[in-house]
């Protein structure tokens, strides 16, 4: 059997044009990577960090990810605005998402895509880039 190719990769974050879901101040927005192994199952890998009242974030987190050349590897961004300290994201503001393949984001080095709420729609005009960086 041959060794499966796999190399390891970091994968940067930013937003822009998020919607404000706060009263008084901007949206304090994180992201949520998921990794979808099989089928309608997603599983969450990790979170970046919370960055306060800002429309447009770079998140200073980066995800390691193992990238396997010959498998599709589907992966959503989830972006929150985070306003407690529970670690659910059922009782915050969902700001949108992004699906794509880890595949996608090497390939293009940096990719950028609009942000689309659960139903599909548009998350108004904002997007998300991720910049893929082999280790």
Do not use: H
Not at 4 to 24: H, P
């Amino acid at each position: 059997m041959a060794a499966q190719c796999v190399t390891k990769v970091a994968l940067n974050v930013s937003c822009a044009n998020l919607l404000d879901k706060d009263i008084g101040s901007k949206s304090d927005p994180l992201c949520v990577l998921f990794l979808n192994t099989s089928g309608q199952q997603w599983y969450e890998v990790e979170r970046t960090e919370r960055i306060k009242n800002c429309l447009n974030p770079q998140f200073s987190k980066t995800f390691i990810i193992d990238y396997y050349f010959e498998v599709v590897q589907k992966l959503k961004f989830g972006v929150y605005d985070i306003d407690n300290k529970t670690i659910e994201l059922s009782d915050d503001d969902f700001l949108g998402e992004c699906e794509c393949t880890l595949g996608q984001i090497v390939s293009s080095k940096k990719l950028t895509r609009p942000l689309v709420m659960k139903t599909g729609r548009p998350a108004g005009k904002g997007s998300i880039t991720i910049s893929a960086e082999e280790i």
